[in-house]
């Protein structure tokens, strides 16, 4: 149950706090590009949850057993030598996530018609998405540090899955938005990205209410424990 | 030194079983597709701008393949992008001609009846969002966002009524695009003038006149006299410009001259008969809104 509650706090943390764009300002272009109208923000948000957990996999496996001082694959290799190959973050990740989206425009074009359809041009677009590549960089960095307990593949396919589902809230409010922006009179010079960049700081600060809420659902949880632990103990006592 | 071994020989492996990976999954998931179809993509601009009116080049080579629509819809392309479809295709391209916008409504500000004082921010889009700006809700507001959204200087407001400058419309399109009542449509000037049903209005006769002095009343006057070249449908005549010929013009005359509210007119570049009538006219000044506006004329109406 422990576990459950981390994963879910987890799973807020990365969907409202540390949301991709509103709190890290990466996958900026999508998030300006594909704005425009509410049901393309949803297509391009759910194209992009889709790959980052499938880049998150994938770059999970081969951040563990390739990448990762003392990684089995490595120390095999090498020898029984003891290597760091994370300088080879960026190049691995980026192959990764081009290939693996090539290989999923393939699978779904002759499995799923009506969802390769439905993504039409986004999917090729998410190749050089960096929010993908910051997932699979943050996911690295747990991956990498000694006994993270967030290194795990559960928690990392979460931090993933969770980040893209912050990511299609986030553009999703941004097209609801822009199409309300549309009946206003905006000053020439401002139309366009500008404004929306504009709006788009505005909606951060509102997600920066949002901090905190970890730590405090955490504790929370904690208290819940203890009470129900003191709970626990004269009850046992009485038997 | 080992390390550079190491990264170069995992990079060459993760290249390799890549290279494998996307070349099984290339034959064993390969999609028959028609190849006029890959011909078709490779010869559009693959800009995915969606000005055909589709989401991106491929669905549109798809639709000319399926001969849904024909091979001259994209902009980008150009000329040299619509023969090289036609050829694909095995058709000849018809010959284009020059579309321009047309404004389907001819009631200025005194036509126009129930108008009320609208205070709100100077544009037909929102005003568009209010009852009741004027008894009219299908014709022309007159607020102008056709005027700036053109970028040639091509149309203007005059007298409440947007009117199409044709010495300097080019045809981009962009009036059409931005009216929130489609009431601008982009027509083939198949010649120098072009008969426009000049309202928009789909109410019933009596509806129609309690709210403009000159609006269409659905007579059918224009379906009986053209041998059937307009056609009433929602109370508006409708004409098909693919069978407009500009040298058979006689039944669609009678019409025009039956038409008892004249509500269609010749539209297009003014003819040098028109020209030697209006020479010594002196042009009238044009007609500024004669809405009451608590917000200045700047450009930022906000």
Known sequence: ?239 | MTIIFVAGGIMLVLAIVTAIVLGWANVKFHVQVDPRVEAVMAALPGANCGGCGYVGCAEYAEAVVAGAITPDKCTVGGESCAKALAEIMGVSLQQSWPFRPVIHCGATYEDRLGRTEYKGEQSCTTANLVAGVQGCTYGCLGFGDCVRACDFDAIHVVAGLATVDYEKCVGCGACARICPRNIITMVPFKSRQMVVVTCSNKDMGKDVKAVCKVGCIGCKACERNSGGFFRIDKNLPVLDYDKYDPNNLDAIRVAVDKCPMKRLLFIGWPTEKDLEATKDLEAPDLVEADFKTTVDKTEWQG
């Open chain 1, 1 to 239: 149950m422990d576990y459950l509650f981390e994963m879910l706090v987890l799973a807020l943390t990365w969907a409202l706090i540390n949301n991709f764009v509103l709190h890290y300002f990466v996958g900026i272009c999508p998030f300006i590009g594909v704005s425009r109208r509410v049901d393309m923000a949803f297509g391009m948000g759910c194209a992009v949850t889709f790959v980052i957990t499938i880049a998150a996999l994938l770059s999970w496996l081969i951040t563990y057993y390739v990448l990762r001082a003392g990684a089995p694959l490595t120390t095999l290799l090498s020898g029984g030598k003891t290597l760091d190959l994370s300088i080879l973050n960026y190049t691995v990740y980026i192959f990764v996530i081009a290939g693996s989206v090539q290989f999923l425009e393939m699978y779904i074009r002759k499995f799923f018609r009506p969802l390769y359809k439905a993504f039409g041009v986004f999917l090729p677009l998410i190749t050089t998405n960096c929010a993908i590549l910051f997932a699979c960089l943050e996911i690295m960095k747990h991956v990498c540090a000694i006994n993270d307990p967030l290194g795990g593949l559960v928690p990392s396919l979460v931090l993933a899955a969770f980040g893209g589902i912050g990511f299609m809230i986030a553009i999703v409010i941004m097209a609801g938005i822009r199409e309300e922006l549309d009946h206003c009179d905006v000053p020439k010079s401002l139309r366009g990205a500008g404004i929306t960049l504009i709006t788009a700081g505005i909606l951060a600060l509102a997600f920066m209410g949002f901090t905190g809420v970890d730590r405090g659902l955490q504790q929370l949880l904690q208290d819940k424990e203890q009470v129900a632990e003191s709970a626990a103990a004269p009850a046992g006592q009485n038997n």
